[in-house]
């Protein structure tokens, strides 16, 4: 039995539950434990949303085995189309170390690549025939006769009839079975920037200037990034039986908002997968942060007020965010402006629901009192600064209660210290040295010399020297220590763990490894 609000709620449901699983892409119909359903009026393609980018990989490498097997049961190859970047990384990982156990055979499994860098070779570095290689193909059992990868080494007059000829491989094959997809940062999915038609086939394209500065660390700087590309086309990925969008992290939250909520168009290319009909967008929850399901739970779907106070509250708390309102200052207008009458009329009144809401809050702040006393306390910062940003009263407080705080800062955050911050630092350094120190200070100066030589012949977006990495890490470290000093914890009691993944002098890290748990934990 509903409480009395909850049936004013008309539910119109097109058939029986059956029907309507059946009618769901056959990916979404294998999870229906973890998946929410596209809603008709908000989200244009199938969503699902688990907690993390782990889950995102585990649960596409079941359906990409599942279809390996079934294709299989029909005497079959398996057709698979393959993505580049960070976001499969998991995918592939998870398929690798399903083979090792003997889940799976790849012996049958023809892939076909979305796209390629033209104008370097195979085994250029940054080459996605050396991605694939790496992180997959030579893992596996693949016959390297099944392997397709667009060629990037043509010359431009080849191009053309190399693109055809990819074309009908494809269709040779028998058309993909799974299409994997990531989305850029602009929207692309494969090479397909803004601007492109969904009836575009395999062709050279000129990359985004965004795509490339986002391709400039591991490449080494932006004159290195190729200007040009070969990529399937919308048309052929929108060929493919099924589609999975996989998406991960914060950063891909808006272009996923928008790809899955607005009118397809060509200046966003992922928005075309709204015309498949066997589609489905695979989110971690920090990618799905933007969806209105998140920002607005009850918009995607029917909510039962009188039962669902952690509901209400958020919705409280979103109201007062948009209208730029206290929550004690809200009233009934305001709910009925937003459509949510019906949550004020489960609580009374909306000065009762704003009273609770805010009651409700301001017990969540910790008094001092309520806080640890004269005890140990670790305090673990991803970055030299998260620590103060994100809890600099709460460790005044802890120091207050007569605590020994310490802090540990995980990784030396050198790729947010500017290049200029590293010249004004050698600068004085190189002062200091002549004026403070006389002939014993030639040495600091000569090295100071060499330190400033090379932050000048650094090009743009390039991977960090070490010795300016080490230079950016200690100008860090400084600044934390300062920060914590403030805070009212010595010098002596902050620590630079330095974990190894993050070292490597670009925005993309390697994956967390024994090593950095083992640093952790002494």
Same mark, same amino acid.
């Given at each position: 039995?509903?409480?009395?609000?909850c049936?004013r709620?008309?539910?119109?449901?097109k058939?029986?539950?059956?029907?309507?699983f059946?009618a769901?892409p056959?990916?979404?119909?294998k999870?229906?434990?973890?998946?929410?359903?596209?809603?008709?009026n908000?989200e244009?393609?199938p969503?699902?949303?688990?907690n993390t980018?782990?889950?995102?990989?585990?649960m596409v490498?079941?359906r990409?085995i599942?279809v390996?097997k079934?294709?299989?049961?029909?005497?079959?190859?398996?057709?698979l189309?393959?993505p580049?970047?960070?976001?499969p990384l998991g995918?592939y990982?998870?398929?690798?170390?399903?083979?090792?156990?003997?889940?799976v055979s790849?012996?049958?499994?023809?892939?076909f690549?979305?796209?390629?860098?033209c104008?370097?070779?195979?085994d250029?570095?940054?080459?996605y025939?050396?991605?694939m290689?790496?992180?997959?193909f030579?893992?596996?059992?693949i016959d390297?006769n099944?392997?397709?990868?667009?060629n990037?080494?043509?010359?431009e007059?080849?191009?053309a009839?190399?693109?055809?000829e990819y074309?009908?491989?494809i269709?040779?094959a028998?058309?993909?079975?799974l299409?994997l $997809?990531?989305i850029?940062?602009t929207? #692309?999915? @494969?090479?397909?920037e803004?601007g492109?038609h969904?009836s575009? !086939? =395999?062709?050279?394209?000129?990359?985004?200037?965004?795509?490339r500065?986002?391709a400039?660390?591991s490449?080494g700087?932006?004159r290195?990034v190729p200007?040009?590309a070969v990529?399937?086309?919308?048309?052929?990925i929108?060929a493919?039986h099924?589609? $999975?969008?996989?998406?991960?992290?914060? #950063?891909? @939250?808006?272009?996923?908002?928008?790809?899955v909520e607005e009118? !397809? =168009?060509?200046?966003?290319p992922?928005?075309y997968?709204q015309?498949?009909?066997?589609?489905c967008?695979?989110?971690d929850?920090?990618?799905?942060?933007?969806?209105r399901?998140t920002l607005?739970?009850w918009v995607?779907e029917?909510?039962c007020?009188e039962?669902?106070y952690a509901?209400a509250?958020?919705?409280v708390?979103?109201?007062?965010k948009?209208?730029?309102?206290?929550i004690t200052h809200?009233?009934?207008?305001?709910?009925?402006q937003?459509h949510?009458?019906?949550?004020?009329?489960?609580?009374g009144s909306?000065g009762?629901?704003?009273?609770?809401?805010?009651?409700?809050l301001?017990g969540?702040?910790?008094a001092t009192?309520?806080?640890?006393?004269?005890?140990?306390?670790v305090v673990?910062?991803?970055h030299?600064?998260?620590?103060?940003?994100?809890?600099g009263?709460?460790i005044?407080?802890?120091v207050?209660?007569?605590?020994?705080?310490?802090?540990?800062?995980?990784t030396?955050?050198?790729v947010a210290?500017?290049d200029?911050?590293?010249?004004?630092?050698?600068?004085?350094?190189?002062e200091?040295?002549?004026?403070q120190?006389?002939e014993?200070g030639?040495?600091?100066?000569?090295?100071?010399d060499?330190?400033l030589?090379?932050v000048r012949?650094k090009?743009e977006?390039?991977a960090?020297?070490?010795?300016?990495?080490?230079i950016?890490?200690?100008?860090?470290?400084?600044e934390a220590?300062?920060?914590?000093?403030?805070?009212?914890v010595?010098?002596?009691?902050g620590t630079?763990?330095?974990?190894?993944?993050?070292r490597t002098?670009m925005?993309?890290?390697?994956?967390?490894?024994?090593?950095d748990i083992?640093?952790?934990?002494q």
């Open positions: 039995a509903l409480p009395p609000s049936a709620f008309p539910v119109h449901l058939g029986s539950p059956a029907s309507l059946a769901a056959l990916f979404c119909a999870m229906t434990d973890t998946l929410h359903y596209a809603s008709s908000v244009r393609i969503c699902t949303v688990v980018a782990l889950d995102v990989a585990q490498a079941t990409v599942e390996i079934n294709c299989e049961q029909q005497g079959k190859k398996a057709v189309c393959l580049t970047g960070s976001t995918v990982r998870e398929l690798c170390a399903a083979y090792d156990r003997g889940d790849f012996k049958n499994v023809i892939t690549n979305l796209d390629e860098y104008g370097i070779g195979h250029h570095e940054e080459s025939h050396t991605f290689q790496q992180n997959l030579s893992k596996i059992d390297p099944n392997v397709h990868i667009p990037g080494e043509l010359p007059d080849r191009v009839s190399f693109c055809v074309e009908n491989k269709r040779q028998g058309g993909i079975d299409c $997809l990531g850029g940062r929207g #692309h999915i @494969a090479f397909n803004p492109s969904p575009t !086939r =395999t062709r050279m394209v000129t990359l985004d200037h965004k795509t500065v986002d400039a660390k490449f700087g932006m290195n200007l040009r990529t399937m086309g919308v048309g052929t929108l493919s099924e589609i $999975l969008l996989l998406a991960t992290g914060e #950063h891909k @939250a808006q272009v996923i908002a928008r790809a009118e !397809r =168009t060509a200046a966003l992922a928005s997968i015309e498949h009909k066997n589609a967008v695979v989110l929850r920090p990618a799905a942060a933007s969806l399901r607005q739970p995607a029917a909510v007020w039962t669902n509901m509250r958020r919705a708390v979103w109201l007062s948009t209208t730029g309102k206290p809200l009233q009934e207008s305001d709910f009925e937003m949510l009458q019906e949550l004020v009329f489960a609580y909306a009762s629901l704003c009273t609770r809401v805010f009651e409700d301001m969540r702040i910790k009192w309520q806080l640890p006393e004269k005890t140990t306390c673990f910062s991803p030299p600064d998260d620590d103060v940003i994100c809890m009263a709460t005044a407080k802890l207050e209660n007569e605590n020994r705080v310490h802090v540990a800062w995980q030396n955050g050198s210290v500017r200029a911050d590293v010249v004004r630092h050698l600068r004085f350094i190189r200091a040295a002549q004026t120190f006389g014993t030639e040495p600091m100066v000569q090295r100071a060499e330190l030589a090379l012949a090009g977006n390039e960090e020297p070490e010795p300016l990495r080490d950016k890490s200690h100008i860090r470290k400084t220590i300062s920060a914590i000093e403030v805070l009212g010595p010098a002596e009691n630079l763990l330095d974990l190894p993944f993050y002098g925005t993309k890290k390697k994956p967390v490894g024994e090593e083992e640093m952790t934990l």
